[in-house]
C-alpha cells in the first residue's frame, strides 16, 4: 500500500495531479478541497494516498489531511458509492461538513452535490451514521453535532427503532421529518408510529 507521496508537483489537470517522487511520476487523483490548496507547478507537495487495485488498473488518490482519506475510504465502503462519487462528495462538503450533515441525518446537503440523488443520499446517511464519527473523532463537524445536545443520538435510535420494526428506510425517513428537533426517543418513536399509520 502506498500510504504518502511526497515530490515535485508537475502537473495540476483537475482532478488530477501529477508528481514526480524520485524520478518516477505519480498521477493522483484529488478531490477539489485538496486541489485547492495545492501549491504551483514546480514546487514540492505532500499527499496522505489511497491505492486501489481493481481488474481495469491500479489507481491513486491524493489527500490533503488524514481525515479527507479517512472520510474517503468510509464512502467507499457504503454500497454503490465508488471512487468518482466519493471524490465528488468530498469535493462538495467539507470533511467536517460531512460529518456534521451526517450526524444531523441532513439529506438535503448531500443531494446539492452532483451526481447523489435522495437514494444516495439517504443511504449514505444511514451506512455512515455510526462509522465516520467512530473514524473521525476530532473533526469540528462532529464536535459541533455532538455539541447540540442529544438530537442526533436520539433521531439515530428513532431511525434504528423504525427500521427494527420493519419499516423501509424511505418510510423511516419521511416519518422523522415530521419530528421535532428536541423530541426524545420513546415520544419520537410513538410520534413516528403515528404518522406511518395515517400513510
Given at each position: 500500500m502506498i500510504g504518502?507521496?511526497?515530490g515535485?508537483?508537475?502537473?495540476k489537470n483537475p482532478p488530477q495531479i501529477l508528481i514526480d517522487a524520485s524520478g518516477v511520476g505519480y498521477e493522483?487523483?484529488?478531490?477539489?478541497s485538496t486541489f485547492y490548496n495545492l501549491p504551483a507547478t514546480g514546487e514540492r507537495v505532500s499527499l496522505h494516498t489511497h491505492l486501489a487495485v481493481r481488474e481495469d488498473g491500479h489507481?491513486?488518490?491524493?489527500?490533503?489531511?488524514?481525515?479527507?482519506?479517512?472520510a474517503f475510504r468510509q464512502l467507499l465502503k457504503v454500497s454503490g458509492i465508488g471512487a468518482r462519487?466519493?471524490?465528488?462528495?468530498?469535493?462538495?462538503?467539507?470533511?467536517?461538513d460531512l460529518a456534521q450533515?451526517?450526524?444531523?441525518?441532513e439529506a438535503g446537503r448531500l443531494v446539492k452535490i452532483p451526481g447523489i440523488g435522495k437514494k444516495t443520499a439517504e443511504r449514505l446517511l444511514l451506512e455512515l451514521r455510526d462509522k465516520l464519527g467512530k473514524a473521525l473523532p476530532q473533526t469540528a463537524g462532529i464536535r459541533l453535532a455532538t455539541s447540540v445536545g442529544t438530537v442526533p443520538d436520539a433521531r439515530s435510535d428513532i431511525l434504528n427503532a423504525l427500521l427494527?420494526?420493519?419499516?423501509n428506510e424511505r418510510e423511516a425517513f419521511g416519518a422523522m421529518k415530521g419530528l421535532t428537533?428536541?423530541?426524545?426517543?420513546?415520544?419520537?418513536?410513538?410520534?413516528?408510529?403515528?404518522?406511518?399509520?395515517?400513510?
Open positions: 504518502r507521496i511526497t515535485i508537483l508537475l502537473e493522483l487523483d484529488v478531490p477539489m489507481f491513486l488518490y491524493g489527500f490533503a489531511t488524514t481525515e479527507e482519506r479517512t462519487m466519493a471524490l465528488a462528495v468530498l469535493s462538495g462538503l467539507s470533511v467536517s450533515a451526517i450526524a444531523l441525518q427494527a420494526l420493519g419499516y428537533d428536541d423530541v426524545g426517543v420513546s415520544d419520537g418513536i410513538r410520534a413516528a408510529l403515528k404518522l406511518l399509520s395515517k400513510a
